[in-house]
């Protein structure tokens, strides 16, 4: 097999507090801490299954939840979560991403197959999001039980009710770390007070959400990529002066999330051009992976399988041995 290509070296944005033109490396595995459980499992998500190379190609499909069956019309074949365990399987993702239920019922036939990622908490998209919380909806036992490689929890960074999501978060943190399961954090930014200070995509809310995921204890960090516009100059100082490009703005992030790695969101589903540039945005901008539902699943299969593998051609340009 060929050796992976060398990784583009970006500089790192100036006026942020970063050393102009130092070249940007994801964190070492072997520097992130970890008990010898979760680096075991890690190691498999990061090397041993899906792209490989140090690198993260997760198929989430909490949507049915989060969003409600809407999601599932532009492709009637997706509404049965048997497809999306077979582009997992077929398409080589690091693993999937989903409730209990769905795992209870579904991924045993894919067991050994496709690793899991169990999500911990969630809720619907009928109340407003002004005061978000997402409650339990299993357990990290749930997760050891069904043979989970790590777990999934959402925090609301900045909502009125932050208190008792870090609280509840507290909790499963301690379980994953007694059962050695690595923790990904879907980090949001949302609320009132977050709409006022520039809006839940602006470089701010999601700088804030990448350190307090870190500070949370994440091993893994879910984000959005920022999205620049006239709110900016809501946003608390010095981000409502800042004039970084978009993927230096992203790179401010990484930064931020400091020996937690990082995954981009896809969010709703885009054309084809703009999926592979922001694939390789967040790449050379320091992320370890993608997280994307909709934007692969919504698609016909062999559509959904020609993505994937156009995905993975570009993960192999960044592509690390193990360190």
Same mark, same amino acid.
């Given at each position: 097999?060929?050796?992976?290509?060398?990784? #583009?070296s970006v #500089? $790192?944005?100036t *006026?942020?507090?970063?050393s102009?033109g /130092?070249p940007?490396r994801?964190?070492? &595995?072997s520097?992130?801490?970890?008990?010898?459980?979760?680096? /075991?499992r &890690?190691?498999r998500?990061?090397?041993?299954?899906?792209?490989?190379?140090?690198?993260? $190609?997760?198929?989430? @499909? %909490?949507?049915?939840?989060?969003h409600g #069956?809407?999601?599932?019309?532009?492709n009637?074949?997706a =509404?049965?979560? %048997?497809?999306q365990?077979?582009?997992a399987?077929?398409?080589?993702?690091?693993? @999937?991403a989903l409730?209990v239920?769905?795992?209870?019922?579904y991924? *045993?036939e +894919?067991a050994?197959?496709v690793? =899991?990622? &169990?999500k911990?908490?969630?809720? /619907?998209? @009928?109340?407003s999001?002004?005061?978000?919380f997402?409650?339990?909806?299993?357990s990290?036992e749930?997760?050891?039980?069904?043979?989970a490689d790590?777990?999934?929890?959402t925090?609301?960074? *900045?909502?009125?009710?932050?208190?008792? %999501?870090?609280?509840?978060f507290?909790?499963?943190?301690?379980?994953?770390?007694? &059962?050695?399961?690595?923790?990904?954090?879907?980090a949001?930014?949302?609320?009132?007070?977050v709409?006022k200070?520039g809006?839940k995509?602006?470089?701010?809310a999601i700088d +804030?959400a990448?350190?307090?995921?870190?500070?949370l204890?994440?091993?893994? !960090?879910? =984000?959005? +990529?920022p999205v620049r516009?006239?709110? %900016?100059?809501?946003?608390?100082?010095?981000?409502?002066?800042?004039?970084?490009?978009?993927?230096?703005?992203?790179?401010?992030?990484?930064?931020?999330?400091g020996?937690?790695?990082v995954?981009?969101?896809? *969010?709703?589903?885009?054309d084809?051009t703009d999926?592979?540039?922001?694939?390789?945005?967040?790449?050379?901008?320091?992320?370890?992976?993608? @997280?994307?539902?909709?934007?692969?699943w919504?698609r #016909?299969?062999?559509d959904?399988?020609?993505?994937?593998?156009e !995905?993975?051609?570009i993960?192999?340009?960044y592509a690390e041995?193990p360190?």
């Amino acid at each position: 097999m060929d050796a992976p290509a060398a990784r #583009p070296s970006v #500089p $790192l944005p100036t *006026g942020a507090g970063l050393s102009a033109g /130092t070249p940007f490396r994801r964190p070492a &595995l072997s520097s992130l801490g970890l008990s010898p459980g979760k680096r /075991t499992r &890690l190691k498999r998500l990061l090397y041993h299954h899906g792209p490989g190379g140090g690198t993260l $190609l997760i198929l989430p @499909i %909490d949507q049915g939840l989060e969003h409600g #069956p809407a999601d599932f019309f532009s492709n009637p074949d997706a =509404l049965d979560p %048997d497809y999306q365990f077979r582009l997992a399987r077929d398409g080589h993702f690091s693993a @999937i991403a989903l409730h209990v239920g769905l795992a209870e019922r579904y991924f *045993g036939e +894919y067991a050994g197959d496709v690793p =899991l990622i &169990l999500k911990l908490n969630g809720k /619907t998209s @009928i109340p407003s999001d002004a005061q978000a919380f997402s409650a339990l909806t299993g357990s990290v036992e749930d997760a050891a039980r069904l043979g989970a490689d790590a777990v999934g929890y959402t925090v609301y960074v *900045g909502s009125p009710s932050q208190d008792r %999501d870090f609280e509840q978060f507290r909790m499963v943190r301690e379980e994953a770390e007694s &059962l050695g399961l690595p923790v990904i954090v879907w980090a949001y930014p949302r609320g009132e007070a977050v709409a006022k200070k520039g809006g839940k995509e602006s470089l701010y809310a999601i700088d +804030y959400a990448a350190r307090v995921a870190l500070e949370l204890g994440a091993d893994i !960090v879910k =984000l959005n +990529y920022p999205v620049r516009s006239d709110k %900016d100059k809501d946003s608390p100082p010095p981000y409502n002066a800042l004039a970084l490009s978009p993927q230096d703005a992203f790179r401010k992030v990484v930064e931020s999330a400091g020996r937690a790695l990082v995954l981009v969101s896809g *969010g709703e589903k885009v054309d084809d051009t703009d999926l592979l540039e922001k694939v390789r945005m967040s790449m050379a901008g320091g992320a370890t992976g993608i @997280i994307f539902g909709r934007n692969l699943w919504q698609r #016909p299969w062999d559509d959904a399988l020609r993505i994937s593998r156009e !995905v993975h051609a570009i993960f192999r340009e960044y592509a690390e041995p193990p360190r």
